[in-house]
Nanobody, 114 residues
Framework: QVQLVESGGGSVQPGGSLRLSCAAS????????MGWYRQAPGKQRDLVAS???????NYADSVKGRFTISRDNAKNTVYLQMNSLKPEDTAVYYC????????WGQGTQVTVSS
């Protein structure tokens, strides 16, 4: 059973930073497209950023220039560095692994509030 375990969420003031991590196990990590999604209360789950096995990245317009996704294939881990956080970034953030199927982590809460 594939496992994705997120960590690094929490509460931060506007303008602050957080770094999310997602550790994958029981998966050939290097061949998967890894992504971060987020879901705010009452809203759909949306893509935040993704990175493929070649290191090509893709970002939602709302986070471009503020968030950076990266991966360490030796550690089976994907990261999301979030800078200049805004209240509208508040959501549960989910790690995703995609090849022919989708695998999801349990989610980690990010709250941006003064």
């Amino acid at each position: 059973q594939v496992q994705l375990v997120e960590s690094g969420g929490g509460s931060v003031q506007p303008g602050g930073s957080l770094r999310l991590s997602c550790a994958a196990s029981r998966i050939n990590f290097s061949i998967y497209v890894m992504g971060w999604y987020r879901q705010a209360p009452g809203k759909q789950r949306d893509l935040v950023a993704s990175i493929n096995n070649s290191g090509t990245t893709n970002y939602a317009d709302s986070v471009k220039g503020r968030f950076t996704i990266s991966r360490d294939n030796a550690k089976n881990t994907v990261y999301l560095q979030m800078n200049s956080l805004k209240p509208e970034d508040t959501a549960v953030y989910y790690c995703n692994a995609r090849r022919y199927l989708d695998y999801w982590g349990q989610g980690t809460q990010v709250t941006v509030s003064s």
